[in-house]
């Protein structure tokens, strides 16, 4: 069983910083891409950040030149430090872990954190 354990977020003020971790639990064989998600109120979900097995990031371009993903491959980690918050970015953010094997022959499987939240106001 895998299971995604996200921590940091909370309250931020507009220009500050918070960082996010999510750690992925379980034996696990391979990971293709760790990211983050998030999802405003009436908002649609927007990727945030990926991290490719590979080491090869994307960034949503609100959030480029802010936000800066980073992930252990050794140890199924990924973080997103965000600077420069803006009131923009308050919503909830989500890990995820895409294709997980478990072993070279499983078949992948995505995973989600629960979830944490984010709020960026003065």
């Known amino acids: 069983q895998v299971q995604l354990v996200e921590s940091g977020g909370g309250l931020a003020q507009p220009g500050g910083s918070l960082r996010l971790s999510c750690a992925a639990s379980g034996s696990i064989f391979s990971i293709n891409s760790m990211g983050w998600y998030r999802q405003a109120p009436g908002k649609q979900r927007e990727l945030v950040a990926s991290n490719s097995s590979l080491y090869i990031t994307k960034y949503a371009a609100s959030v480029r030149g802010r936000f800066t993903i980073s992930r252990d491959n050794a140890k199924n980690t990924v973080s997103l430090q965000m600077n420069s918050l803006k009131p923009e970015d308050t919503a909830v953010y989500s890990c995820?872990?895409?294709?997980?094997?478990?072993?070279?022959?499983?078949?992948?499987?995505?995973?989600w954190g629960q979830g944490t939240q984010v709020t960026v106001s003065s």
């Open positions: 995820y872990a895409e294709s997980v094997r478990l072993t070279s022959r499983s078949k992948p499987y995505d995973y």
